[in-house]
């Protein structure tokens, strides 16, 4: 069983709609992760949450709009997509970095994403 | 330029022999690496990690190697079971004050009943 629950699984929309993906830890971690993963490639960075706040944008295009409004939520908001952008999108989350040792990140089951 | 590579994209063994996944890296300011498996239509699972102070790493059935003069590190599992059958990805980070790490393009075990 995963501690890091995304929502929903799947997910198909059409380029013109808004819809969101959400992501909760309860492991008490104040670090979360937006990844994205194609086929066959290794997860790619997109963005990083330290503390509720904005640490790592990987210059993701701004169609794609993060939000954390707690220490255990984070959003991915999604508008005028492109087919492209079809991908399973992984949450994560870590200890901060202030806790001395490197820390693991712990990966949610991700959201299996379609662009109509 | 991929700074994290797995250069085996699939590896088959026989049930209970030895497995070994291999990782290069480019970047010599990386001094953490870990370690993922993944099930298809499932998140990565942390397995192991290891710090550049150390050479060797171990947790149960899995080990993992650092060579740092070569820039490789290498994942045994022993003995391999049929459920370790998954794609093994593993990953680099270079700064303390950073979260990002780079992942290998990974490789996919399949242990043979």
């Known amino acids: 069983d995963t501690e890091v629950t995304q929502t929903p699984k799947h997910l198909v929309m059409g380029m013109t709609n808004k819809k969101s993906l959400k992501c909760e830890q309860h492991?008490?971690?104040?670090?979360m992760y937006w990844y994205k993963q194609k086929a066959k490639k290794p997860p790619e960075l997109m963005f990083v949450?330290?503390?509720?706040?904005?640490?790592i944008n990987e210059s993701v295009p701004s169609r794609f709009s993060p939000e954390c409004p707690n220490s255990s939520l984070l959003n991915l908001h999604l508008h005028a997509l492109q087919p492209e952008d079809s991908a399973l999108y992984l949450c994560?989350?870590?200890?901060?970095?202030?806790?001395?040792?490197?820390?693991?990140?712990?990966f949610g089951d991700g959201t299996r994403l379609s662009i109509l | 330029d991929q700074q994290v590579k797995q250069n085996s994209p699939s590896l088959s063994v026989q049930e209970g022999r030895i497995s070994i996944l291999n990782c290069d890296y480019t970047n010599s300011m990386f001094d953490y690496f870990l370690w993922y498996k993944k099930y298809p239509a499932e998140g990565p699972t942390f397995l192991i990690s290891?710090?550049?102070?150390?050479d060797k790493n171990e947790d149960g059935r899995f080990t993992v190697f650092l060579n740092k003069s070569a820039k490789h590190l290498s994942l045994h599992i022993v003995p391999s079971q049929p459920g370790d059958s998954a794609v093994y990805f593993c990953a680099a980070s270079g700064d303390s004050g950073t979260y990002k790490y780079i992942f290998g393009t990974g490789t996919r075990l399949k242990v043979l009943a």
């Open positions: 492991m008490g971690h104040r670090a």
């Open positions: 290891i710090s550049s102070i150390k």
């Open positions: 994560a989350s870590s200890q901060d970095k202030s806790q001395g040792a490197r820390q693991p990140q712990h």
């Open positions: 949450y330290s503390y509720e706040k904005l640490s």
